[in-house]
């Protein structure tokens, strides 16, 4: 026994040394590496100077989209889609309350996973970035004009909106698939039913090219798998989309196991452009349905929401040779589909190789139907008919994979911690890197597009540890750039992101920055409690709401002081913002609101609630450094008992 | 006396530039104004360069007391000066046919440059005089009150040509195109002058 216990002693000893040993050298290569290369140059943007990449990255359960620079790293904003942001009263102000409007009412926070950047032609146009809520199933769009969000879509039927918001080549889709399928309709059923009972819809949202607005064409409704993730189609593949699916044994309880059986899961192939065709002629079943649709108007500055009540289903298996699987070992996860369309990548998270599809040979098989058998009526392809070839061993928990356009793949590999470069077509592992830690998806800008700019790859890891000083027991998630431009990977930066990045979008920063918008014209302005001269500032009473209508300039409130507000009054303050000038808000804060401040752009219109409580005089003020004088941008409200018969006054610089 | 006719013609045609192109530049640049404000002067009146130079320069202007930047109805100039080139531009052309059709002295051209040039010299006399009380008359309630360093009020008169660092401020004062096309009309007239001489000297040889 004491002599086992020695053995044991010596082995961790020996363990630890290995271990020190292993660290000592991984310290000394990240050091190399930067002084070997001048890496530091590489990421250098000097001060004034811009980056060349805009990356967008998703701020997972941060519920938001944060926007970088590469090379440098450097965050720029963060742009609020699902979560309430005090920051600017983004979902406290009135006029942001309607875009987080759903069927469960209002939800104010939800799990941000896939950003993608609008397509012509399959090039990155930077119209709109769309990015998915994974929680309450929803799907936003960003105008990457101003870099707000403009649109928010419910989808019905889903629940785990997982696979999504990828996008067609031309924009004409944004799709969504639900990774928990449900009863459809929702309805009281034992859970252990679910096997043959469930559905997973995959919606499909079209995109006016004009406008951006969003609207559900149809909803595709799946067997009862988990739909992971998802891309379109491109170039040759373009009018199909592929769908990773896990949990095809249906399983209901302990998941990691009894969802883990089969040896090979599916990529659902879904020929859209058939089915487009089928509902444009009448097809699908109208269903009822109950879901929000909101959307935020740019020169009214409010957001308004609408229920939907109707959403179009589309059973697969009355459309022929709308659906087909491919067999893909061992629960995949990322389904990437390279630039020129015709390999379509299985990253099966459990298994040591990489499976690729070839898009050519499964038309073959499905024009000489050569199924192997069906499952709920959806012809399932042979695997080695349809399969182009696997890339042997290349690391262990593949996840996803980019592209660089010189006929390169650059797989994610959770488990092993690494990035590894493969050639398409000859499946040969070029260059393997480690990344520090597990990493989860990788994004190269326009990585999603025919034309990726195959400079930089950046990997999202999962887990930081002692990357950066510490700061407790949480720490933000930790980003990696490489430089990808020679024949190895060439580890360049490490870069903390906000929230958790389940994936990114980038795009050339040529393409966007000379469209952003710079402030908000206030003779565009049409919120209906604007106030667009300082001579029309006022204030009425409505029973008891009493409606503040305000203006701010550099630096004063119109007005500010008012009196006249009762306690249990409701008070709005309307507030314009008459500056026109790049980069000028005036923020508004009010002593005991229950929301937020508001911070607003040049030429906007924001309305913050205050419900005082206690009789007073009651000051407020500008949050936004505005001028010399902002620490003077300040003003008082006087609350008078219920009771009082106090009139209503208001004024500005009057002795 | 053709020749000169025509170019007394051009020269004065070549005023009405000031219909369409600024007199005056006077740009405002500082650390926050990577992109300086900046206003044109035309002679109907004061534009910024950019939509809303005016309302930002007054923005600005408004902390160290300095009157608003005066709109049209606000300067009699602004009504005047058109009137007065236009009529120079007519006096000009009808001088030039004159000359043209040898109905008239060479001497009127040069005549023409002298009134030009008197009026011009009052304009940039009442210009000055503008930019003085611009920058001098302040509002005695100003925000900031600022003194030179030998105890006098500061003031914030801009250069009528050159640069000037005013406060935080980098100030731009040139012409503008159409002060160049004045400055060339005005030129060819004198050109005029002496083609015109010329002629006459060679008929009358």
């Known amino acids: 026994m004491k002599k086992t216990i020695n053995i044991l002693v010596s082995l961790v000893m020996v363990a630890g040394l290995v271990s020190c040993n292993n660290g000592d050298n991984k310290k000394q290569s990240k050091g190399q590496g930067g002084l070997a290369t001048n890496a530091a140059e590489k990421v250098y943007v000097a001060p004034g100077e811009h980056d060349d990449y805009y990356a967008f ?8 989209l944060t926007v970088y620079g590469l090379p440098s790293g450097r965050m720029f904003k963060e742009i609020p889609v699902f979560s309430q942001f005090p920051t600017s009263g983004y979902g406290y102000s009135e006029e942001t309350l309607p875009m987080f409007n759903t069927s469960f009412g209002f939800v104010p926070w939800d799990d941000s996973h896939h950003p993608d950047i609008s397509q012509t032609n399959g090039k990155l146009d930077g119209r709109w970035i769309f990015i998915n809520g994974n929680n309450t199933p929803r799907i936003a769009r960003i105008d990457l004009e101003t870099f707000e969000t403009v649109e928010i879509i419910e989808l019905p039927n889903s629940a785990g909106n997982h696979s999504s918001s990828f996008i067609t080549e031309n924009t004409e889709y944004v799709v969504a698939g639900t990774r928990f399928s449900v009863p459809v309709p929702q309805r009281d059923m034992p859970i252990k039913d679910y096997k043959g009972n469930f559905k997973g819809a995959l919606s499909f949202v079209s995109v006016d090219q004009e406008t951006g607005r969003m609207g559900i064409k149809f909803q595709l409704m799946m067997p009862g798998f988990n739909y992971d993730l998802s891309h379109p189609g491109r170039d040759k593949s373009h009018g199909w989309f592929f769908f990773t699916t896990y949990n095809t044994e249906e399983a209901n309880t302990l998941m990691e196991v009894n969802s883990s059986q089969n040896d090979k899961d599916f990529i659902a192939a879904v020929n859209w452009k058939v089915i487009e065709e089928y509902v444009n002629n009448g097809g699908g079943t109208k269903m009822p349905a109950n879901y929000a649709h909101n959307v935020y108007d740019h020169n009214t500055h409010m957001a308004t929401s609408t229920m939907e009540k109707e959403v179009l289903t589309v059973d697969p298996t009355k459309v022929p040779g709308a659906v087909f699987f491919l067999p893909t070992p061992k629960s995949p996860h990322g389904c990437d589909v390279d ?62 994979t980019e592209f660089d356009g010189k006929g390169n793949a650059y797989t994610t590999f959770f488990i092993s911690s690494e990035v590894v470069k493969w050639k398409l077509g000859t499946w040969e592992v070029l260059d393997r890197q480690p990344v520090f830690y597990s990493v989860g998806h990788g994004m190269i800008p326009g990585g999603n597009s025919r034309e990726p700019f195959g400079k930089y790859f950046v990997a999202m890891n999962k887990i930081t540890k002692d990357r950066y000083l510490p700061t ?162 300040q003003g008082y409200v006087r609350v008078s008992p219920a009771n009082s018969n106090m009139e209503l006054s208001w004024s500005l610089g009057e002795d | 006396m053709k020749k000169a006719g025509i170019i007394m013609i051009i020269g004065s045609l070549l005023l009405l530039g000031l219909f369409k192109f600024p007199l005056w530049n006077i740009m405002l640049g500082a650390p926050q104004y990577p992109d300086p404000l900046g206003m044109d002067i035309y002679i109907q009146g004061i534009q910024g360069v950019e939509e809303f130079d005016i309302q930002n320069i007054d923005g600005l202007n408004h902390y160290i007391g300095m009157k608003t930047i005066p709109k049209v109805e606000d300067m009699w100039e602004f009504e005047v000066f058109p009137i007065v080139i236009g009529i120079m531009v007519a006096l000009g052309v009808i001088i030039g046919l004159l000359g043209f059709l040898g109905k008239l002295s060479y001497k009127w051209f040069l005549g023409w440059f002298l009134v030009m040039s008197i009026l011009g010299i009052m304009g940039m006399y009442d210009f000055n005089l503008w930019l003085i ?37 980098d100030v731009d004062s040139w012409p503008g195109a159409g002060a160049y096309m004045i400055f060339v009309g005005m030129m060819l007239t004198v050109v005029a002058f002496f083609v015109g001489k010329k002629e006459y000297n060679k008929i009358e040889k």
């Open chain 1, 339 to 400: 630039p020129t369309g015709e390999y379509i990548i299985g990253n099966g998270k459990l298994s040591a190789d990489l499976t690729v599809h070839s898009f050519t040979k499964m038309i073959d098989a499905i024009e000489n139907k050569k199924f192997d058998g069906e499952a709920y009526g959806i012809p399932i392809l042979k695997f080695e008919d349809v399969l182009a070839g696997t890339v042997k061993q290349p690391g262990l928990g593949p996840l996803h």
């Open chain 2, 133 to 169: 009380d611009y920058g001098t008359d302040l509002d005695p309630k100003a925000i900031m009150k600022l003194e030179n360093p030998d105890g006098t009020p500061m003031t914030y008169k801009p250069p009528l040509l050159g640069y000037q660092k005013m406060l935080n401020f």
């Open chain 1, 57 to 64: 990255f998703s701020g997972g359960y941060s519920g938001n």
């Open chain 1, 472 to 633: 407790g027991p949480e720490l933000e998630h930790s980003a990696q750039l490489f430089d990808i431009s020679g024949d190895k990977m060439e580890l360049l930066l490490d870069f903390p992101t906000h929230g958790e990045p389940h994936y990114a979008a980038g795009i050339a920063a040529d393409i966007l920055k000379k469209n952003a918008k710079q402030f908000y014209k206030l003779s565009e302005n049409t919120n209906p409690y604007a106030t667009l001269s300082e001579a029309d500032a006022r204030v009425e009473r409505k029973g008891n709401e009493v409606h503040i209508y305000m203006t701010t300039i550099r630096s004063h409130f119109t007005p500010d002081n008012i009196e006249g507000v009762k306690v249990g009054d409701k008070v709005f303050f309307h507030i314009t913002n008459h500056e026109q000038d790049f980069d000028v808000p005036h923020g508004f804060a009010m002593i005991g609101a229950n929301n937020a401040e508001l911070l607003i752009m040049p030429g906007q219109t924001k309305t913050l609630v205050w419900e005082p409580k206690q009789v007073g005089v009651w000051p407020f003020y500008c949050t936004d450094f505005c001028s010399a004088l902002h620490q003077e941008m």
